[in-house]
């Protein structure tokens, strides 16, 4: 495979098991305990009642296109080469929006609702990063 | 009881009329902004005993700034949080006067954005000048390709979804402020153009066509801020910080609706404060880093509902001779973009509120009270929103 020349992810202790399980395909958020809500992105701390007894929990991998732009103009090597591509809120259906490209489609074929899936590239030996693709 | 609509006031301004200026480092276009400044207020460097600065560059700091300026000033702030610092600036300068610890300051920004070719809303990662991404929140963000003009388009994008908004509603902002520009000697764009021309050009991040994104050029500025007692003895009439109100807006956690921004926290309490209402506003300058910036800021700071922006921006309203004139410098988008805009948008409206241009055509008619309110950072992912309430007597 081509040579990953797009930024790479920083690693810290708040977000391994993230990243350690994107490496295995699966994607994981959080859910507090205390309060029962969901997060993204992870971090040490409940967002929402500033408990820590977050929990990581495999998600459906499904959602929908909140919002989405198609970038035709970016000046950093990885994504130069790319245009023009889509970036995208998508809306899990656990509820929590994350950033992510819509891939593997045409991009004037994104709309905003479309219901997508996750998928993942493998950049290093280390990280994979999740992506979404148009659901089966 | 202290009456904090007439405890400070704009008493000096100074916009640095260069939009490319490879051969001055920042500091100077400050220093040079702030010395016009004072003169312009009638004022002298032993008056100044505060100091304000935001800036893009991580190393030109208030610090290194009072060190060119050779200032030791008893008040000083830093605040950055994109932009609209500028907005938060003199509202923390109106604070500082109320609790006696300042008696005048100078707010000042500077940038060499264009001559030193930072791709402010299309550089990705570079326009930080550090590609190694922060564990969070970039590395859930960069990796994607984020720009600055793609996080905007992206609310755009839903606006345009959820309310029926079109490119053409857009476009009427970016026509009305190049109007503005075209009577403005010192903007950048000065050539009238129409919405056919917005919407026909290239787009660069969908729906935002190129005349939606501001221009990137260099320039400064600075605005001399004074307690009402020093503001007595300057050489124009005072422009009156009649009302602030600061917020930040961001993810939510991955759950907050995007599509309100921070103006629609911050101003209840400027109007509140300054004890006006949408009617008194003669005249408003809008951060416009982008058309969509301009139309989501209308409609949460309350001058239209949600959703109604794309209606309100169209018909010449924004014109001078309109309801609601806005931008009539020519904004961020002809006039100037220096990195952060939010200077300007005080230079701007105190001009108008000196009726500095009577007796032409740039001239906001029966000009009293103008509102600013700048936005730092980017509505697709977090941002600031400061708005001030400017008034004379």
Not at chain 1, 83 to 112: H, K, Q
Not at chain 2, 206 to 229: M, N, R
């Amino acid at each position: 495979m081509p040579e990953w020349n797009k930024p790479l992810p920083t690693i810290s202790g708040e977000t391994k098991p993230y990243w350690d399980h994107c490496r295995r395909g699966e994607l994981l958020i959080q859910k507090c305990d205390s309060c029962e809500e969901y997060q993204f992105y992870p971090r040490g701390i409940c967002a929402n009642c500033w408990s820590n007894d977050i929990q990581w929990v495999t998600a459906s991998g499904k959602g929908t296109v909140w919002t989405f732009t198609v970038t035709y103009q970016n000046g950093t090597p990885g994504f130069a080469e790319e245009v023009p591509y889509v970036l995208a809120l998508v809306e899990l259906e656990e509820g929590v929006r994350m950033f992510t490209n819509i891939v593997d489609c045409d991009p004037r074929s994104v709309s905003i609702g479309m219901p997508v899936e996750v998928t993942f590239v493998r950049a290093t030996d280390q990280i994979s990063v999740p992506y979404f693709k148009p659901a089966a | 009881m202290v009456d904090l609509k007439h405890a400070a006031a704009i008493v000096g301004i100074h916009e640095h009329v260069t939009r490319y200026a490879p051969d001055k480092s920042e500091l100077q276009i400050q220093g040079e902004s702030v010395i016009k400044a004072l003169a312009d207020a009638g004022l002298t460097k032993q008056d100044v005993d505060g100091l304000l600065t935001a800036s893009s560059s991580a190393r030109n700091t208030a610090l290194n700034l009072a060190d060119y300026l050779n200032m030791y000033p008893r008040f000083v702030d830093n605040t950055t949080v994109g932009g609209g610092s500028f907005e938060f600036h003199l509202s923390h300068a109106l604070n500082a006067i109320v609790a006696g610890r300042l008696n005048c300051a100078v707010i000042t920004y500077s940038s060499l954005a264009r001559s030193s070719s930072v791709s402010v809303g299309t550089g990705g990662v570079a326009r930080f000048g550090h590609p190694r991404l922060e564990p969070s929140p970039d590395s859930f963000e960069e990796l994607y390709g984020l720009t600055t003009v793609g996080l905007y388009a992206m609310i755009a994008q839903r606006h345009m979804h959820l309310y029926g908004t079109t490119s053409e509603q857009l476009a009427e902002i970016a026509v009305a402020t190049r109007y503005h520009a075209s009577m403005n000697p010192e903007a950048l764009f000065r050539n009238p153009i129409t919405v056919e021309d917005v919407v026909n050009s290239r787009v660069i991040s969908s729906p935002l066509h190129l005349p939606d994104c501001c221009v990137i050029t260099d320039g400064g500025g600075a605005v001399v801020v004074a307690s009402a007692e020093v503001a007595r003895n300057c050489r124009h009439q005072p422009v009156w910080v009649l009302g602030a109100g600061e917020a930040v807006a961001h993810q939510g956690a991955g759950k907050r609706d995007l599509m309100y921004i921070a103006a629609h926290q911050s101003h209840e309490p400027a109007f509140g404060m300054a004890g006006v209402t949408h009617q008194d506003i003669d005249m408003a300058m809008i951060y416009d880093s982008f058309t969509i910036t301009v139309l989501e800021t209308l409609e949460d700071l309350g001058f239209c509902k949600k959703g109604e922006g794309g209606d309100f921006v169209s018909g010449g309203r924004l014109r001078i001779g309109g309801e609601l004139p806005i931008n009539t410098d020519g904004g961020g988008l002809s006039s100037n973009h220096p990195g952060m805009r939010g200077i300007f948008l005080l230079l701007e409206a105190t001009r108008q509120l000196r009726h500095e241009f009577d007796r032409t055509p740039r001239q906001v008619a029966d000009c009293n009270i103008a509102l600013c309110h700048g936005t730092g950072g980017a509505l697709g992912s977090r941002h600031s929103g400061g708005t001030v309430i400017l008034g004379r007597d």
